[in-house]
């Protein structure tokens, strides 16, 4: 399950600009802020920052980094510097309490918080606002928030479908068509092949690795399109009934919605399709995501502010024609970088993540890989449409994986570093081994195996002899394997298999450990490009060598001799199989080695939304955090706790919280007496404020249900007197403050008693009483006769004079003001009440 907070940003003056919540869940309050941002220094300085480092010094660039430690630091300070700059300037006032509670109540439901962002500004969208940094922490690379952005004021196409317009198989598999496009009149991409092998090997070991029951893990259908034109394109999407284009190759920006580059047949040069006709292609035939592992395919921080060319990119055309999702980069990528990218992003699409959560782990892993120093974990741009759950197969269940969010299952007061540690270790089937995805050098030695998969074990099952007449044989051989095997873990006590029986699990350098992984898929794979291995670039040709070097062979087994001396019958034969490899199926298990986790830098994150705080001084703890509090309590049935909160969030002002921290209550607790009179506290204040959606018939029944409850509150008597003042029923209000009066002397009396022969001062509440009878009487005199109006009027002024005498201060009309009890008309008639002289005087 996930938690949506959807912000628009709209321009409302040069500098100015109108930020406000589209979409939050049920207790987060809605926001919205009038701000001015610099962003012309912002873009300065992104542009700086995300520069091709190459580019920056033919471009004479002072501040370009020369790879020096120095420049690396400095670099890595200005991020974090800038991304801090974006994270404030968009969270502040109450946008930065709506957010904190939505952060608490997401922490609370163990759910992943959507954040999407909608930019209607060119200049803002170029802005890389996937930098944001909450304190010292990337916000989009972090298990608990998914990053996105969507256009904002685009309506998204209608998913219905005519029988006439394919549709993607409703089945547990993401179809994806791959194309890789190099034209030969065009700056040379070495490792485009690569990444396609590289693709098909992960996803190879996707598919043996085995799925837990109950999880509704796709699968992966790759289609690889090599060096296509626009017609082979069509044809492919026509028929195929793809979920996503992958597109590896050239792009850039242009008039007509960016462009990218195929391949002609004829000639084998440019043949170019502009993002608004590749738009229609792909929203006719249904595709739900398009990723574009090129250059420019977003909006750049990096180009020249000053001019206007009317330049639009792939993204924003593709998102404005209705496609669901489109992933594309800001800057350009370099070859090593994308296939990593590459793979890194299947890998988590096959685990069953939504894309923007699949994105966010991309990120992680290219940290990992080149450090935050650089800046291609930023170079990813995401959209998702707002109504897009970012799913791309209906087979694929969050509710049902709670593997899949069990980044949350860490207790509350767990820390920042323990739980996304704990979501790491929980993933040991999808390690991260970023040294399988990069080159030699900036990689450790790999774990990742084939364990006991059909290419380890299956020829040693081929080895039996299916005509072989002795059974006896064959179950005495079965027998003395479950010996050896039994001896083997007595004597050894290690956690691997002998090595007679199973390989190494982990070799001594990088390129032999990719090999034992990835041989079979990848040399099966380079047969589809109709060339040898060896032959496809230069950069992997020291590990295509491996594969002729190594070939394919099962591993020996010391019982090998003693098989062959024996023929079995088929039956036999294949009792004697299923023996060995249930045997050794269970050894493994048993005794499988336990990986080690990736280095993954340590990533603080703030104490608000994910530690639970032991006490909270609601007084002055910020407004966000008091929201939170009600929320996380309410929804927990925590009654006493959520509703002093709530208290604090009427007095300070804060309805709409308050009303959505009250609905979160339980049905079988609005019966509470305290519970109805915060809901007719809340109605009372809204009133006041001009707002119509309560009536003073509303306050009026929620209070007389509270005073029901509980008849000897001072309080709620009170407030009730002044609701029926408000309607202008004075005889029930009169016998409200009557009751409020003779509880307050009830009180002033036992305080008395306790306290010795000093008489007890009245308390507010019980001054509010003699008050609010004044009015009624002031009031009431108007209706007597001649005769008994001076009357009234007099003990009117009488009881104003105890209540003046008592409290000279919080009386008066400027305090009472600020009273959240008082109404306008009651302040008036108290004004006019305190210029009344008494006849006696």
Partial sequence: MTQEFHISVTPVGQNDYLVRTEQVA??????????TWPVADWLT???????????????????????????????SVNLVALGQQFYNALFQGTLRDSWITAQGIAQNHQQVLRLRLGLKDTRLARLPWEVMHAGDRPLATGPYVAFSRFQSGIL??????????????????????????????????????????????????????????????????????DQPGREELTQALEQGRYHVLHYSGHSNLGPNGGEIYLVSRRTGLTETLSGDDLAGLLVNNNIQMAVFNSCLGAYTATSNASEDTGERNLAESLIKRGLRSVLAMSERIPDEVAVTLTQLF????????????????????????????????ALPILYLQPEFDGLLSQEISLSESPELLNQYNSPLTATASSMYSAAVADHTEMPLPIEEMIPSGLAGDSSDLDWLGEDTWGDLVDEIEYDDPSYAEDSALVSDLFRQLDNQQITTGQSSMDAD??????????ENSQVSGEM?????????????????????GNLERNWQNSPVAPPPVPAKPRITRYRLRPIVGIVGMGAIATLIALYWWQNRPRPTLPEIPTISVPNQPIRKEPIIDLGTAATGIVTATATEKLSQGDLQSGLKAVEELLNRGA?????????????????????????????????????NKYSVDDTRRYWENAAKGKPESLLYNNALGFAYYTEGNLIRANDSWFKALNLA??????????????????????????????????????AQPENKQTQYINEAIKLRQMVMINDPVDFQVNKLTKNWLWTEKAIGDWRSLLQEKSDEQ
Wanted: include cysteine.
């Fill in 26 to 35: 049920p207790g987060v309050p809605l926001a919205e802020e009038l701000v």
């Fill in 45 to 75: 300085a992104a542009g700086h920052l995300m520069n091709d480092p190459l580019k920056s010094v033919l471009q004479g660039d002072p501040f370009a980094s020369g790879g020096r430690a120095s420049d690396i630091a400095r670099n």
């Fill in 156 to 225: 998204g196409a209608s998913r219905l479908r005519s029988p006439n317009i394919p549709s993607p198989q409703q089945a547990d598999s993401v179809k994806v068509l791959m194309i890789i496009a190099s034209p030969t009149d065009q700056v040379r991409l070495d490792l485009l092949k690569h990444e396609a092998i590289k693709l098909q090997a992960e996803l190879h070991r996707q598919i043996l690795r085995p799925v837990e029951i109950g999880n509704h893990i796709p699968e992966i259908e790759l289609t690889l399109l």
């Fill in 346 to 377: 299947y890998r988590n699409l096959s685990q069953g993540y939504p894309v923007d959560l699949c994105v966010s782990r991309v990120r992680q892993g290219l940290i990992s890989a080149y450090g935050s120093h650089q800046t291609y974990w």
């Fill in 501 to 510: 029986l199973m390989p190494p699990i982990r070799d001594n350098s990088l």
């Fill in 520 to 540: 079979a898929s990848q040399d099966e794979e380079a047969g589809l490009w109709g060339e040898d291995p060896d032959k496809i670039t230069q950069r992997v």
């Fill in 655 to 691: 309805l709409p919280q308050a009303e959505a921290a009250l609905n979160l209550i339980p049905q079988n607790q609005t019966g509470d007496p305290v519970v109805n009179f915060l809901k007719g506290r809340l109605a009372w204040q809204f009133i006041q404020t001009g707002n």
């Fill in 745 to 782: 002397i009830k009180q002033q009396n036992a305080t008395s008693t306790s306290a010795g022969a000093k008489k007890a001062a009245v308390s507010e509440d019980g001054l509010t009483s003699y008050a609010g009878l004044a009015l009624g009487l002031y009031k009431s005199a108007l």
